[in-house]
């Protein structure tokens, strides 16, 4: 295998959603909603389930809205 067939490599790209997030209060800016207690449950589960097929993840890009954050994290 030559040098530029190794760093072609093919990669795997995951896009994963934000999980639930609650109803907006009344004022509160969409970008502030936090996860739901069902968005929780269910965020952890999966992430339990895809845990051995993402190894290990070198790169996490997130939006900065807080129902996003909290799902990267």
Do not use: C, N, Y
């Not at 040098?3 to 502030?32: C, N």
């Not at 097929?53 to 994290?73: D, F, I, N």
């Amino acid at each position: 295998m030559s040098s530029s067939e190794k760093r072609t490599r093919p990669r795997t790209l995951w896009l994963v959603r934000h999980a639930h997030a609650q109803e907006a209060r009344e004022g509160q800016p969409d970008r502030e909603r936090p996860l739901s207690d069902r968005g929780r449950e269910r965020l952890l589960r999966a992430a339990r389930a895809l845990a051995p097929r993402l190894g290990s993840a070198p790169l996490v890009m997130t939006s900065p809205w807080v129902r996003a954050a909290a799902t990267a994290e």
